[in-house]
């Protein structure tokens, strides 16, 4: 599967962003769907993940301030993103799991400043 973020960009702290992850091919309802993040310096760091079935997990910085959720119909996943914070500064990517199978999609880069 290919995936696809957009939605990145400048958010002042205590803002908000929603990124999206479009994905390509057939297999997107069968994938357990994933966001990470690098941040400037660090390694790659998982954020929150759902399942097919509709089940999440999110890592505890972000939990209460993230959402992750899917959309089958439309082969996207989001990521919505409230009272961002500076140490939210990161590269953003999405991936798709499906048995042995993972596919990384190309990171969108979210800046938090004021």
């Known amino acids: 599967v290919q995936l696809q973020a957009s939605g990145g960009g400048l958010a002042q702290p205590g803002g908000s962003l929603r990124l999206s992850c479009a994905a390509s091919g057939s297999s997107f309802s069968r994938s357990v769907m994933g966001w990470y993040r690098q941040p400037p310096g660090k390694q790659r760091e998982f954020v929150a993940r759902?399942?097919?079935?509709?089940?999440?997990n999110y890592v505890d910085s972000v939990r209460g301030r993230f959402t992750i959720s899917r959309d089958n119909a439309k082969n996207t996943v989001h990521l919505q993103m409230n009272s961002l914070q500076p140490e939210d500064t990161a590269v953003y990517y999405c991936?798709?799991?499906?048995?042995?199978?993972?596919?990384w999609g190309r990171g969108t880069q979210v800046t938090v400043s004021s």
């Open positions: 991936n798709a799991v499906l048995g042995l199978s993972v596919s």
């Open positions: 759902i399942t097919t079935g509709g089940n999440t």
